[in-house]
T-cell receptor, first 112, second 119 residues
Framework: RKEVEQDPGPFNVPEGATVAFNCTYS??????FFWYRQDCRKEPKLLMS???SGNEDGRFTAQLNRASQYISLLIRDSKLSDSATYLC?????????????FGSGTRLSIRP | NAGVMQNPRHLVRRRGQEARLRCSPM?????VYWYRQLPEEGLKFMVY????????ESGMPKERFSAEFPKEGPSILRIQQVVRGDSAAYFC?????????????????FGAGSRLTVL
């Protein structure tokens, strides 16, 4: 089982739609979680951190479910500019040798 | 405040040559990570370094690959005797520290990447 798993998509939705992705992680000791966005042939950029209580940033909402070991990203009122690959990122612990594990990404395409 | 700087942005090598990729972390960041991304695939962890120390190299291939982060100067990822399968985007990221997951202090900032093509 992969440490971090995502549905690769692609998700193809019309502009204005609401879309949600999930990401599961295998290490129950994982402590920090993030969503990154990567545009084609560009570097990943932090979209938002994911906190236990859930958090919202404009049209984006992130949730963490520790019991089921998954995080989610909800995008409301999607825009054409939201088309990208969304990477789930999990930090596996406190150790200085901890690895920050990236999921393979979920591709999202917003159509006019 | 410049971000993470990587160079070269594009590098073409013939099989058997050496590739050297450089990464200067963000100012104030002391942790450097190297990731490899193959076409249409996710980022794969390679190595995590602090100044003059390799902290975790569990993602590095056993042969031909090495990394360093000297006291002065950029971090360098070195690939000897390159093969076609080494063709990929190599991303460097830096962070100020690890160990405080809820503070956000370990958020990674990526450079624009170095794209290696092996002919």
């Amino acid at each position: 089982r992969k440490e971090v798993e995502q549905d690769p998509g692609p998700f193809n939705v019309p502009e204005g739609a609401t879309v949600a992705f999930n990401c599961t992680y295998s290490n129950s000791a994982s402590q920090s979680f993030f969503w990154y966005r990567q545009d084609c042939r560009k570097e990943p950029k932090l979209l938002m951190s994911v906190y236990s209580s859930g958090n919202e940033d404009g049209r984006f909402t992130a949730q963490l479910n520790r019991a089921s070991q998954y995080i989610s990203l909800l995008i409301r009122d999607s825009k054409l500019s939201d088309s990208a690959t969304y990477l789930c990122v999990v930090n596996s612990g406190y150790s200085s040798a901890s690895k920050i594990i990236f999921g393979s990404g979920t591709r999202l395409s917003i159509r006019p | 405040n410049a971000g993470v700087m990587q160079n070269p942005r594009h590098l073409v090598r013939r099989r058997g040559q050496e590739a050297r990729l450089r990464c200067s972390p963000m100012k104030g960041h002391s942790h450097v990570y190297w990731y490899r991304q193959l076409p249409e695939e996710g980022l794969k962890f390679m190595v995590y370094l602090q100044k003059e120390n390799i902290i975790d190299e569990s993602g590095m291939p056993k042969e031909r690959f090495s990394a360093e982060f000297p006291k002065e100067g950029p971090s360098i990822l070195r690939i000897q005797q390159v093969v076609r399968g080494d063709s990929a985007a190599y991303f460097c990221a830096s962070s100020p520290q690890t160990g405080q997951p809820l503070s956000g202090a370990n958020v990674l900032t990526f450079g624009a990447g170095s794209r290696l093509t092996v002919l």
